[in-house]
């Protein structure tokens, strides 16, 4: 891929190592940008503003870079669950998730400040969550860090004890959708600029 330096504006290395699957090169500058979460944004309208924002306040400072913003939400309907401020919320959200079939959507921009060049898309997979008891979430949140995980879970650590099914992308419940992230990129190559 032909394309100007990359820069992930992230701090997260789940993202850090998924982009390395797609890209050998590219340099992390972490955005400050404050998440916005209005009611009358749905989920997936949410988690693409979000990441605009985050490529946004990244590119305004490397104009000529290609930047990568990214931001996941965890949805059951309209509700969305982002980073539990505590342990007590993290229990609780996998207490409401337990059982059904949630959305896991990412957004991803793609801004070259430079060209006034964006590209904006979200990819969304379906997980479904064993019946949990609250001994299962006690044990599985023991087992991790939840609290800087969109809902309060990771879907690559042990997921045995509360996964129960998944439909879509697992990159994406990881944190970024590295198939849409690689379509993106090859469309990017064949945008003209403004």
Not at 18 to 37: G, M, N, Y
Not at 125 to 142: C, G, M, P, W
């Amino acid at each position: 891929m032909r394309l100007p330096p990359v820069i992930l504006a992230s701090q997260s290395p789940r993202r850090q190592q998924l982009l390395r699957t797609v890209l050998r090169r590219f340099e992390v500058d972490v955005s400050h940008a404050d998440e916005i979460a209005p009611s009358w944004l749905t989920p997936g309208e949410t988690a693409q503003a979000n990441a605009w924002l985050k490529a946004r306040a990244v590119a305004a400072r490397h104009p000529k870079a290609l930047v990568i913003g990214s931001d996941t939400v965890v949805a059951l309907g309209r509700r969305s669950f982002g980073k539990p401020a505590d342990l007590a919320q993290a229990f609780g959200n996998l207490k409401t998730l337990s059982g059904k079939t949630h959305q896991v959507i990412t957004g991803v921009a793609l801004i070259q400040w430079s060209t006034r060049r964006c590209l904006l898309q979200a990819e969304s997979t379906d997980v479904h969550f064993q019946k949990l008891s609250a001994e299962v979430i006690r044990t599985y949140l023991a087992r991790i860090q939840p609290l800087d995980k969109a809902g309060g879970y990771a879907i690559q650590e042990h997921a045995e004890l509360i996964l129960s099914e998944l439909k879509g992308s697992f990159t994406n419940v990881v944190g970024l959708p590295v198939e849409r992230l690689r379509n993106m990129l090859a469309e990017w190559q064949h945008i003209e600029p403004a």
